[in-house]
C-alpha cells in the first residue's frame, strides 16, 4: 500500500514515495539517519531516498536473492532484507546507483564493432547470433585476433565482439539484445541506432559484473534476513 506524504514536502515539492515503516527499522538496522530531501551536505551519517532506492535496485538483481525467494516473488510483492550495518546499506546502495546509470544509458559504455559497410537493414529472420569458436579468449577475441561472438543483422553486416552471457541476458520473458532488434526487422539501422545498441550492450556487460559483484557483497545477508523483519518498501 502507498503510503505517501508521510514525509514532509520539501522546498522543490517532493516527498519520498517511502513508507514511514520501512525507513524506521532502515535506520535502526544502520544507525544512520534520513535525509528526506536527499540533502546530506557531505554528512556520512544519513542517507537519501536514492541511497534506499539504489538499495532495493541492488538487492533485486541479486541472482542468489531471486533464486532463493523465486516462489515468493511469483505470488506477491518483493520483500526486501533488512542491512546489518551501514556499510552493508553503503556498498549495495553504491552497486545499485551504478546499475541504475547503465540502465538509463547514462555511464554505459559501447561495446563491441560494427566494421562492415553496407545497407544496415535488419533483414528478415536477423538477428542471428553466431558463438566464439573454441579456443576463444575470455576477453572476445580470437586466436586470430579477430572479434569473436557476432550478431548479425544481415548475411553481410554484425555486430561484433558480443559474449554469450550478454546476448542470452534475459530480462523477464525476453533477451533485451535480440529483441531490440527484431523489433526494427525491415528497418534501416541509423548511426544513433548503431551507437545506441552497442551502448545497450555495453550496458548488459555491466550488469552481469555488477550482478556477481552485488552476490558477493550480500554474502550472509539473506541468513541474516530469516532471523529478522524484511519489509516493503511502499
Known amino acids: 500500500m502507498l503510503t505517501a506524504y508521510d514525509f514532509p514536502i520539501d ?12 525507513i524506521t527499522a532502515l535506520t535502526e ?3 544512520l539517519t534520513f535525509a528526506p530531501d536527499g540533502e546530506t551536505n557531505g554528512n556520512p551519517d544519513l542517507y537519501t531516498p536514492e541511497d534506499v532506492f539504489h538499495y532495493i535496485y541492488a538487492v533485486l538483481h541479486s ?5 532463493r525467494y523465486a516462489d515468493f516473488l511469483r505470488t506477491d510483492f518483493p520483500r526486501i532484507p533488512l542491512p546489518d550495518s551501514a556499510e552493508r546499506f553503503r556498498a549495495l546502495a ?7 546509470g547503465l540502465h538509463l544509458l547514462r555511464t554505459a559504455p559501447k561495446l563491441g564493432g560494427f566494421p562492415k559497410a553496407g545497407g544496415n537493414e535488419v533483414m528478415k529472420g536477423y538477428p542471428k547470433y553466431s558463438p566464439p569458436a573454441a579456443g576463444d579468449s575470455a576477453e572476445g577475441r580470437s586466436a586470430d585476433g579477430s572479434e569473436a561472438g557476432k550478431v548479425l543483422i544481415n548475411p553481410q553486416q554484425w555486430f561484433t565482439g558480443v559474449p554469450p552471457e550478454v546476448w542470452s541476458f534475459r530480462v523477464g520473458g525476453y533477451q533485451p539484445a535480440e ?8 528497418r534501416t539501422l541509423s548511426f544513433g541506432d548503431v551507437q545506441h545498441y552497442q551502448r545497450m550492450l555495453g550496458a548488459l556487460a555491466g550488469t552481469v559484473e555488477l550482478m556477481r559483484q552485488v552476490d558477493q557483497a550480500a554474502t550472509g545477508l539473506w ?3 530469516t532471523a529478522q523483519a524484511s519489509c516493503t518498501p511502499a
Open 179 to 186: 529483441k531490440w532488434l527484431k523489433d526494427r526487422r525491415g
Open 29 to 31: 538496522a544502520t544507525d
Open 11 to 22: 522546498s522543490k515539492g517532493r516527498t519520498p514515495n517511502i513508507s514511514k515503516k520501512f
Open 223 to 225: 541468513e541474516v534476513a
Open 94 to 100: 553504491e552497486l545499485g546507483a551504478e546499475l541504475a
Open 63 to 67: 541472482p542468489n536473492y531471486r533464486t
